[in-house]
Protein backbone atom coordinates (compact mmCIF):
# COMPACT_ATOMS: atom_id res chain seq x y z
CA UNK A 1 0.00 0.00 0.00
CA UNK A 2 1.45 3.49 -0.82
CA UNK A 3 1.80 6.70 0.92
CA UNK A 4 -1.45 7.91 2.44
CA UNK A 5 0.38 12.02 1.82
CA UNK A 6 1.65 13.95 -0.28
CA UNK A 7 5.39 15.31 0.75
CA UNK A 8 5.14 17.81 2.72
CA UNK A 9 5.54 21.45 1.73
CA UNK A 10 7.06 23.26 5.17
CA UNK A 11 9.17 21.09 7.39
CA UNK A 12 10.72 22.45 10.69
CA UNK A 13 14.32 22.70 11.33
CA UNK A 14 15.51 22.06 14.48
CA UNK A 15 19.31 21.34 16.06
CA UNK A 16 20.83 18.47 17.81
CA UNK A 17 22.20 19.72 21.15
CA UNK A 18 25.48 19.00 20.78
CA UNK A 19 25.57 16.55 24.35
CA UNK A 20 28.70 15.41 24.76
CA UNK A 21 30.66 18.05 23.38
CA UNK A 22 29.12 21.32 25.02
CA UNK A 23 30.62 21.24 28.19
CA UNK A 24 29.01 21.71 31.66
CA UNK A 25 29.91 25.35 31.18
CA UNK A 26 26.09 26.73 31.95
CA UNK A 27 26.94 29.72 29.81
CA UNK A 28 27.46 28.10 27.03
CA UNK A 29 24.90 26.09 27.20
CA UNK A 30 23.03 28.67 26.94
CA UNK A 31 24.97 30.84 24.40
CA UNK A 32 24.37 27.85 22.27
CA UNK A 33 20.11 27.43 22.58
CA UNK A 34 20.06 31.13 22.34
CA UNK A 35 22.22 31.26 19.23
CA UNK A 36 20.07 28.17 17.40
CA UNK A 37 17.01 30.29 18.30
CA UNK A 38 18.51 33.65 17.11
CA UNK A 39 19.28 31.97 14.14
CA UNK A 40 15.96 31.01 13.29
CA UNK A 41 15.80 26.88 14.25
CA UNK A 42 12.21 25.63 15.29
CA UNK A 43 13.51 23.36 17.73
CA UNK A 44 16.33 21.96 20.09
CA UNK A 45 16.51 18.38 20.40
CA UNK A 46 18.67 16.56 23.42
CA UNK A 47 19.61 13.24 24.39
CA UNK A 48 19.09 11.42 27.69
CA UNK A 49 21.37 9.09 29.67
CA UNK A 50 21.69 9.33 33.31
CA UNK A 51 24.93 7.34 34.16
CA UNK A 52 27.39 5.64 31.65
CA UNK A 53 28.82 2.25 32.25
CA UNK A 54 32.36 1.71 32.80
CA UNK A 55 33.48 -0.73 29.74
CA UNK A 56 36.43 -2.00 32.11
CA UNK A 57 35.03 -5.12 33.54
CA UNK A 58 32.41 -5.73 30.50
CA UNK A 59 34.48 -7.80 27.78
CA UNK A 60 33.24 -7.14 24.65
CA UNK A 61 30.81 -4.04 25.46
CA UNK A 62 29.28 -2.39 22.37
CA UNK A 63 27.40 0.70 24.05
CA UNK A 64 27.38 4.08 21.97
CA UNK A 65 28.09 6.04 25.71
CA UNK A 66 30.45 5.14 28.41
CA UNK A 67 31.00 7.22 32.21
CA UNK A 68 33.74 9.37 30.41
CA UNK A 69 30.08 10.39 27.86
CA UNK A 70 28.73 13.93 29.57
CA UNK A 71 24.71 14.28 29.28
CA UNK A 72 22.95 16.84 30.83
CA UNK A 73 19.78 15.59 32.08
CA UNK A 74 17.46 16.88 29.23
CA UNK A 75 14.19 17.56 31.71
CA UNK A 76 16.45 20.06 34.32
CA UNK A 77 18.43 21.31 30.99
CA UNK A 78 14.67 22.21 29.70
CA UNK A 79 13.99 24.12 32.70
CA UNK A 80 17.09 25.94 32.29
CA UNK A 81 16.58 26.72 28.72
CA UNK A 82 12.74 27.75 29.30
CA UNK A 83 14.29 30.46 31.31
CA UNK A 84 17.06 31.77 28.36
CA UNK A 85 14.75 31.23 25.14
CA UNK A 86 11.38 32.53 24.05
CA UNK A 87 10.32 30.90 21.18
CA UNK A 88 12.40 27.31 20.45
CA UNK A 89 10.47 23.96 21.10
CA UNK A 90 12.58 22.24 23.74
CA UNK A 91 12.29 18.56 22.36
CA UNK A 92 13.43 14.85 24.22
CA UNK A 93 14.67 12.98 21.41
CA UNK A 94 14.60 10.84 23.58
CA UNK A 95 13.95 9.91 27.19
CA UNK A 96 14.49 6.42 28.08
CA UNK A 97 10.95 6.30 29.40
CA UNK A 98 11.03 2.80 31.43
CA UNK A 99 13.92 3.57 33.48
CA UNK A 100 12.33 6.45 35.23
CA UNK A 101 9.38 6.52 37.62
CA UNK A 102 6.15 7.37 35.40
CA UNK A 103 4.29 10.17 37.77
CA UNK A 104 7.70 11.62 38.97
CA UNK A 105 8.32 11.74 34.65
CA UNK A 106 4.89 13.94 34.55
CA UNK A 107 5.75 16.05 37.18
CA UNK A 108 8.69 16.88 35.75
CA UNK A 109 7.84 17.31 32.06
CA UNK A 110 4.48 19.54 33.36
CA UNK A 111 6.94 21.49 34.97
CA UNK A 112 8.46 22.59 31.94
CA UNK A 113 5.80 22.61 29.89
CA UNK A 114 4.63 25.45 32.17
CA UNK A 115 7.61 27.18 32.92
CA UNK A 116 8.34 27.10 28.54
CA UNK A 117 4.95 28.39 28.44
CA UNK A 118 3.85 25.07 26.45
CA UNK A 119 7.19 24.51 24.32
CA UNK A 120 7.97 21.16 25.48
CA UNK A 121 7.60 18.05 22.89
CA UNK A 122 8.45 14.92 24.81
CA UNK A 123 9.83 12.12 22.90
CA UNK A 124 10.01 8.70 24.72
CA UNK A 125 11.92 5.17 24.06
CA UNK A 126 12.81 2.14 25.24
CA UNK A 127 16.78 2.40 25.32
CA UNK A 128 19.74 0.00 25.13
CA UNK A 129 21.76 0.28 27.99
CA UNK A 130 20.66 -2.80 31.22
CA UNK A 131 23.53 -1.09 33.30
CA UNK A 132 21.47 1.94 33.44
CA UNK A 133 18.21 -0.17 34.44
CA UNK A 134 20.18 -1.63 36.74
CA UNK A 135 20.80 1.52 38.19
CA UNK A 136 17.98 3.27 38.17
CA UNK A 137 15.95 0.08 39.72
CA UNK A 138 13.58 -0.65 37.00
CA UNK A 139 13.34 -3.87 34.96
CA UNK A 140 15.45 -4.03 31.37
CA UNK A 141 13.11 -7.08 30.19
CA UNK A 142 9.30 -5.91 30.12
CA UNK A 143 10.32 -2.15 29.29
CA UNK A 144 8.49 -2.82 25.90
CA UNK A 145 4.73 -3.40 26.89
CA UNK A 146 5.47 -1.22 30.42
CA UNK A 147 5.71 1.93 28.33
CA UNK A 148 2.72 1.80 26.67
CA UNK A 149 1.24 1.62 30.39
CA UNK A 150 3.42 4.64 30.89
CA UNK A 151 2.18 6.63 28.12
CA UNK A 152 -1.31 6.28 29.28
CA UNK A 153 -0.64 7.48 32.75
CA UNK A 154 1.05 10.32 31.49
CA UNK A 155 -1.49 12.19 29.52
CA UNK A 156 -4.00 11.28 31.96
CA UNK A 157 -1.73 12.85 34.82
CA UNK A 158 -1.47 15.79 32.06
CA UNK A 159 -5.01 16.55 31.28
CA UNK A 160 -7.26 15.58 34.61
CA UNK A 161 -6.70 17.41 38.09
CA UNK A 162 -7.71 13.97 39.45
CA UNK A 163 -6.80 10.62 38.88
CA UNK A 164 -7.49 7.38 39.37
CA UNK A 165 -5.92 4.41 37.96
CA UNK A 166 -5.01 0.86 38.16
CA UNK A 167 -2.84 -1.06 35.57
CA UNK A 168 -0.33 -3.70 35.53
CA UNK A 169 2.67 -1.56 36.99
CA UNK A 170 0.89 1.37 38.43
CA UNK A 171 -1.55 2.64 41.13
CA UNK A 172 -3.07 5.70 41.62
CA UNK A 173 -5.75 6.77 43.62
CA UNK A 174 -7.62 9.93 43.52
CA UNK A 175 -4.26 11.99 42.91
CA UNK A 176 -3.19 14.75 40.42
CA UNK A 177 -0.37 17.42 39.49
CA UNK A 178 -0.27 20.82 40.39
CA UNK A 179 0.55 22.73 38.48
CA UNK A 180 -0.97 21.00 35.01
CA UNK A 181 1.12 21.74 31.87
CA UNK A 182 0.00 24.50 29.29
CA UNK A 183 -0.59 21.91 27.22
CA UNK A 184 -3.20 19.14 27.64
CA UNK A 185 -1.66 16.69 26.92
CA UNK A 186 1.97 17.76 25.92
CA UNK A 187 2.88 15.87 22.87
CA UNK A 188 4.32 11.88 22.67
CA UNK A 189 6.76 10.97 20.20
CA UNK A 190 8.22 7.45 19.90
CA UNK A 191 12.33 6.80 19.11
CA UNK A 192 13.38 4.07 18.05
CA UNK A 193 13.47 1.21 14.60
CA UNK A 194 12.03 -1.97 15.51
CA UNK A 195 9.08 -2.61 14.14
CA UNK A 196 7.17 -3.18 17.80
CA UNK A 197 8.31 0.45 18.47
CA UNK A 198 6.50 1.53 14.81
CA UNK A 199 3.43 -0.20 15.19
CA UNK A 200 3.22 0.86 19.16
CA UNK A 201 4.15 4.86 17.58
CA UNK A 202 1.40 4.47 15.67
CA UNK A 203 -1.24 3.56 18.20
CA UNK A 204 -0.24 5.32 20.85
CA UNK A 205 1.65 8.50 19.77
CA UNK A 206 1.63 11.76 17.77
CA UNK A 207 4.97 11.03 16.10
CA UNK A 208 8.79 9.09 15.60
CA UNK A 209 11.69 9.62 15.80
CA UNK A 210 13.51 7.01 13.20
CA UNK A 211 16.98 6.32 12.59
CA UNK A 212 16.88 6.00 8.51
CA UNK A 213 18.32 7.69 5.92
CA UNK A 214 16.79 9.78 2.65
CA UNK A 215 17.02 6.92 0.69
CA UNK A 216 14.74 4.17 -0.59
CA UNK A 217 15.16 2.28 2.12
CA UNK A 218 14.02 5.43 4.53
CA UNK A 219 11.06 5.87 2.31
CA UNK A 220 10.15 2.37 2.10
CA UNK A 221 10.02 2.86 6.51
CA UNK A 222 8.50 5.73 6.65
CA UNK A 223 5.60 4.79 4.46
CA UNK A 224 5.43 1.65 6.17
CA UNK A 225 4.87 3.37 9.57
CA UNK A 226 2.12 5.85 7.59
CA UNK A 227 0.30 2.21 6.85
CA UNK A 228 0.40 1.33 10.45
CA UNK A 229 -1.09 4.69 11.75
CA UNK A 230 -3.52 4.25 9.00
CA UNK A 231 -4.62 1.15 10.06
CA UNK A 232 -5.08 2.29 13.63
CA UNK A 233 -7.54 4.33 12.45
CA UNK A 234 -5.66 7.68 12.71
CA UNK A 235 -4.87 9.86 9.76
CA UNK A 236 -1.22 9.24 8.46
CA UNK A 237 -1.15 13.88 7.44
CA UNK A 238 -1.27 14.58 11.20
CA UNK A 239 1.06 11.84 12.32
CA UNK A 240 4.84 14.24 13.10
CA UNK A 241 8.18 12.10 11.53
CA UNK A 242 11.56 13.75 12.48
CA UNK A 243 14.44 13.29 10.45
CA UNK A 244 18.19 13.26 12.04
CA UNK A 245 21.15 14.87 9.48
CA UNK A 246 24.50 14.84 10.68
CA UNK A 247 27.07 17.05 9.53
CA UNK A 248 29.72 14.96 9.58
CA UNK A 249 28.17 12.68 6.84
CA UNK A 250 27.46 15.36 4.14
CA UNK A 251 29.42 17.50 2.76
CA UNK A 252 28.81 21.67 3.48
CA UNK A 253 28.21 22.18 -0.35
CA UNK A 254 25.63 19.17 0.21
CA UNK A 255 23.35 20.58 2.64
CA UNK A 256 21.00 21.98 1.02
CA UNK A 257 20.18 19.46 -1.25
CA UNK A 258 20.32 17.07 1.56
CA UNK A 259 18.08 19.00 3.62
CA UNK A 260 15.10 18.95 0.01
CA UNK A 261 15.66 14.95 -0.29
CA UNK A 262 14.72 15.26 3.65
CA UNK A 263 11.58 17.47 2.58
CA UNK A 264 10.94 15.21 -0.45
CA UNK A 265 10.74 12.22 1.91
CA UNK A 266 7.88 13.39 3.68
CA UNK A 267 9.19 14.39 7.50
CA UNK A 268 7.48 17.07 9.34
CA UNK A 269 10.74 18.29 11.14
CA UNK A 270 14.17 17.86 10.59
CA UNK A 271 17.35 18.36 13.65
CA UNK A 272 20.77 18.97 12.20
CA UNK A 273 23.42 17.19 14.82
CA UNK A 274 26.65 19.13 14.99
CA UNK A 275 28.01 15.80 17.15
CA UNK A 276 31.44 14.03 15.79
CA UNK A 277 32.11 16.07 13.53
CA UNK A 278 35.63 17.05 14.84
CA UNK A 279 34.31 20.42 16.20
CA UNK A 280 36.36 20.87 19.14
CA UNK A 281 34.45 23.59 21.56
CA UNK A 282 30.65 25.41 21.98
CA UNK A 283 31.69 28.03 19.91
CA UNK A 284 32.66 25.72 16.44
CA UNK A 285 29.46 24.16 17.13
CA UNK A 286 27.22 27.49 16.80
CA UNK A 287 29.81 28.64 14.03
CA UNK A 288 28.24 25.42 12.57
CA UNK A 289 24.88 25.70 12.76
CA UNK A 290 25.44 29.55 11.43
CA UNK A 291 26.97 28.15 8.32
CA UNK A 292 24.32 25.53 8.14
CA UNK A 293 21.34 27.79 8.15
CA UNK A 294 23.53 29.79 6.16
CA UNK A 295 23.85 27.27 3.72
CA UNK A 296 20.76 25.28 3.47
CA UNK A 297 18.68 28.75 3.68
CA UNK A 298 17.09 28.64 6.29
Known amino acids: MGCYTAPVTTMRVGVVFPQTEISSDPVAVRDYAQAAEDLGYAHLVAFDHVVGADPTHRPGWRGAYT?????????????YLAGVT?????????????????????????EVDVLSGGRLRFGVGIGWNAVEYEALGENFHDRGKRSEEQVQLLRLLWTQEVVTFKGRWHQVTEAGLNPLPVQRPIPIWLGGSADAVLRRAARLAEGWFP???????GRATVERLKRYVHEAGRDPRAFGIEGRMAIRNVAPEDWGKAVEGWKDLGVTHLAVNTMNAGLTS??????????FAEVAGL
Open 211 to 217: QIRPDES
Open 282 to 291: PQAHIDAIRR
Open 86 to 110: RRLELVSGIIILPQRQTVLVAKQAA
Open 67 to 79: YKDLFHEPLVLFG
